[in-house]
Every structure is written in structure tokens, then in C-alpha cells.
């Protein structure tokens, strides 16, 4: 528990677990997350009151800034921090009538251990072979559980990051594209008989498509009102496939011809749906929300690690 930090998924669900323990090492816990959220919040102020109109600033540029300052405050209040974490866990001790030396004997093991990578790494599908890992799955955009975020972020990396290059753009636009797309893997498409479509960006097969296809149902908005179709989409044999006619679809049609080169969220987002690629007339806002959300993130930090 002294190795808690806000970015760590498995450390903050054992908190979690023991926070009704009511232990005095649970209250410690407690309080020094508690001061690392504060210290978050204070660093994100203080860069709010920074200008913004530097030659080396962007959207990128401020999203990996965040990243260094979640880990910064966990570091600040394991430390120390500005002292609120002290007295709360005084505060909180005397509530519940617990003495600060009356501390339990806890049992260690790797995964909760600093420098362990957390969760298990899902598999890369880079043959027809292969199948999807059930882990690789999450729930819709920010509700996402961090740990099979990251487990999404870890099976897709190496090939986002090669369609990154050919897009000129950051590599977690993809991801996060993919994860909006998907539901962070838990809404990727199927053919009838199971067997996966690896399509992550849920590209339509259109008639020029000479590969597999599945047929099924999609909402699409018609003068901003929802409608239930059922559309043909394409099929591929692996999430390399996927990843590469997104950029060959994307690099090639002059539709999206100002998506490529994008270092802005909201710019590659915007060109995106002003170009057709969907019908949603929120789809901007909502990949723009995921790309700089706290899920993509926090599952990029601690896949780094």
C-alpha cells in the first residue's frame, strides 16, 4: 500500500478492497491518495494559468504534460506532500478509535510490488489464425476499467503506432479512435459464426471491397435523427490488416486529406467527421473526448512503465 500511486489500476482497486477494513495502514493509504489527487488537481491549475501560445505548444504537447504530473503528485504525496495527508490519517484514526502504531502484518506479493507491470499483456493478432483475447475488452469511452484499457492500449500499440507514421499523426489518436469505435474492444464486430473482423474502425466494405464482409446492424443519423440499418462491413485477418487499410483508406481519400498530419485532438476529430467518416454529429466531440480522457491516459502511462 505504501506504493499506491493514482495511476496504478490494481493498487487502487486494493485500496478500494481495503478501505472497509478500517485498518490504520488502510486509513494511511487513504489519506496519501486523497493528498495525491489534491496535488493533481493544484498542478492542473497551475498549468491552466500558463500561456498557451509557445512555438512547442499543442494538444500532444499537453496531454504528456498531464501524464507527468499524475505521477509527480503520486510521487509529492509519498513523499510528504504539503502535510494534508498527515492529518487526515490523524483525523480519520480518531473517528474510528485506532491507535497510529496499532498497524496489521500485510502479505506482499509481485503484483502489487513498484516496477511489476500490472495485468497481463493480451495477445497481438498478426495472422487469420489468431483470436481475440476476452480480456481485451471494456466498457464504452471514460467508463472503461483501466486495466483492460491498458490491456487495449498494450495488443495495439505496435500497429497503431506504424499507422501513425503513415498519417504523420500521434499514435494514441488511433488507439483512441479504435476505442470509441469498439467500445475498447468489447463491441468489435463478428462474423455469424464468431470468428472476429478485427475491423476496429468499423470501415463499411463499400462496393470497391473485394474481401470478407459481415452484415449488421448500425445507427446512422439522417438530418441529426438516429436510425436503426443493417450495413456490410469489412473483414479482416488480423488487427494488422485493420490498422493498415484504416491508414490506406484515410491517407488516400482526399475527404480526409486535413486529418493527415494532425497534433490536435480536436483538429483530427473534426476532420475526420467533416470528411463523412461518421453520421454522428457528436462523433468530434466524443473521439475528441476519449483521446484526451483519463482512460487513454492513465492505460499509456502505465503501459510504459
Do not use: C
Request: glycine letters at 8%; proline letters at 5%; aromatic letters at 6%.
Amino acid at each position: 500500500m505504501d506504493q499506491i500511486n493514482t495511476l496504478d489500476a490494481n493498487a487502487l482497486s486494493a485500496l478500494k478492497r481495503s478501505a472497509h477494513e478500517n485498518t490504520p495502514e488502510a486509513i494511511k493509504a487513504t489519506a496519501k491518495q486523497f493528498e495525491a489527487l489534491f496535488l493533481q488537481m493544484v498542478l492542473k491549475s497551475m498549468r491552466d494559468t500558463v500561456p498557451k501560445d509557445g512555438m512547442l505548444d499543442s494538444e500532444s504537447t499537453r496531454f504528456y504534460e498531464g501524464l507527468g504530473d499524475q505521477q509527480l503528485a503520486a510521487v509529492l504525496a509519498q513523499r510528504g506532500g504539503l502535510g494534508l495527508a498527515a492529518a487526515l490519517e490523524r483525523q480519520l484514526l480518531q473517528q474510528a478509535g485506532l491507535s497510529p502504531t496499532t498497524v496489521m502484518p500485510t502479505t506482499t506479493s509481485a503484483s502489487s510490488q513498484p516496477g511489476v507491470s500490472q495485468g497481463a499483456v493480451a495477445p497481438q493478432q498478426t495472422s487469420p489464425a489468431a483470436t481475440p483475447s476476452p480480456n481485451v475488452s471494456a466498457p464504452v469511452v471514460n467508463g472503461a476499467a483501466t486495466g483492460d484499457a491498458q490491456r487495449f492500449v498494450e495488443a495495439l500499440w505496435p500497429q497503431a503506432s506504424e499507422a501513425a507514421r503513415t498519417l504523420n499523426v500521434p499514435a494514441h489518436f488511433l488507439i483512441g479512435q479504435a476505442a470509441l469505435e469498439t467500445g475498447w474492444g468489447k463491441s468489435e464486430l463478428h462474423m455469424a459464426d464468431g470468428r472476429p473482423t478485427y475491423n476496429l474502425f468499423n470501415i463499411k466494405a463499400g462496393k470497391s471491397w473485394t474481401g470478407a464482409t459481415v452484415d449488421t446492424q448500425t445507427t446512422e443519423y439522417e438530418n441529426g435523427i438516429a436510425q436503426t440499418r443493417t450495413e456490410r462491413f469489412r473483414a479482416y485477418g488480423s488487427y494488422a490488416e485493420a490498422f493498415q487499410d484504416y491508414a490506406r483508406l484515410v491517407q488516400q481519400s482526399p475527404r480526409y486529406a486535413a486529418a493527415l498530419g494532425q497534433g490536435e485532438a480536436s483538429g483530427f476529430a473534426k476532420a475526420l467527421q467533416s470528411g463523412g467518416y461518421a453520421t454522428d454529429p457528436a462523433y468530434a466531440d466524443k473521439l475528441t473526448r476519449v483521446i484526451n480522457g483519463n482512460t487513454l491516459r492513465q492505460s499509456l502511462l502505465a503501459s510504459a512503465r
